[in-house]
């Protein structure tokens, strides 16, 4: 037998279990004989509450960002360029208002 990372993990599992909200199943392919399964499938899944109330809602921004900017990026060398150009200027802007 051998020990994972999982093993070694079990106490700080078994004591933030209200954090980490496990959602465990364990399916049993019954076989031609009553004690001995076919095939055992187990899965575990845990997401936090912290993880849908914070990341998954920034994630969710970033990636519909990225869908809007994804009509930007043409393929054109000289508008890539411009975008870069703008983007200094306009930090240079900022910066120079900055007190």
């Known amino acids: 037998m051998q020990y994972s990372a999982t093993s070694f993990s079990k106490p700080l599992r078994t004591v933030f279990f209200a954090v980490y909200n496990p959602d465990r199943r364990t399916e049993f392919t019954p076989g031609d004989q009553p004690y001995f399964p076919a095939a055992v499938s187990y899965r575990s899944v845990r997401t936090t509450s912290y993880?849908?109330?914070?990341?998954?809602?920034?994630?969710?921004?970033?990636?519909?960002?990225?869908?809007?900017?994804?009509?930007?990026?043409?393929?054109?060398?000289?508008?890539?360029?411009?975008?870069?150009?703008?983007?200094?200027?306009l930090l240079l802007?900022?910066?120079?208002?900055?007190?």
């Open 51 to 89: 993880e849908r109330a914070l990341y998954r809602p920034a994630v969710d921004l970033v990636v519909n960002l990225a869908h809007r900017v994804r009509r930007l990026h043409t393929g054109n060398i000289q508008s890539y360029l411009m975008y870069i150009f703008a983007a200094i200027v």
């Open 93 to 99: 802007a900022f910066l120079r208002l900055m007190p």
